[in-house]
């Protein structure tokens, strides 16, 4: 069979502020943009450092939000250095679904200099989803519009981002990738590409094999 053909692990971000916040009442009325990890989830990606699977992949893909660059780091502790041996790259593809504030990230210049480590170089300073309305260059104006109108990424958008990501791997050379991403954006994909239903849900730092055809 020459279709290609790619071995996946999908990692989910470790425990981040907003879920915490969440679970402890606190709900969703303070902005909370671009949550990283607490204590408690920088402890379980630590934990993802030497993983087996994780070792073998030749492609590290990334979620430019901060949660999951952390748990990339976290899982990765030689990020930046020769000794690592393994491409890297960030794609504002595969971000999460945007329906509160902290899936608003940050700007790709304030990320550079933040995750040193990491070739942002490229990545764009409005990289998240945004509406007709909001200014691509700046920043901070996609959150003064959701605190004052709210911003939600329309589920078809969601599944465009999901298709093309799926699209972006096929034409990688690499046949085993590992992507560090949110729950959401992966439960769509493991349904429009996998196959695997609606139903999967990854926990905080969990992880799931799957391969992706180009029959899909």
Known sequence: DSRPRKKLLLVRHGEAEHKAAESGGAGDDAPLYDAPLTKKGASQVAKL???EA???????VSSP???ALQTLEGAFPTLGSRLLGKEVQVWPVVSEH???SADIGTGGKQL???YPRLDLK??????????AETRRQDANDSRTRFSYHG?????AHLEERVDQFAADLLKRPEATIAVFGHAYFFNCFLDRQCGAGDQVWL???DRKSTRLNSSH
């Open 65 to 67: 939000l901060s949660r």
């Open 203 to 205: 926990d905080s730092a």
């Open 122 to 131: 490229k990545l764009p300073e409005v990289w998240w989803y945004t509406d």
């Open 151 to 155: 911003l939600i990424e329309p589920r």
């Open 98 to 100: 945007l329906t509160s």
């Open 49 to 51: 450092a030497g993983h």
């Open 54 to 60: 994780l070792a073998g992949a030749e492609l590290l």
């Open 112 to 114: 550079a200099k933040r």
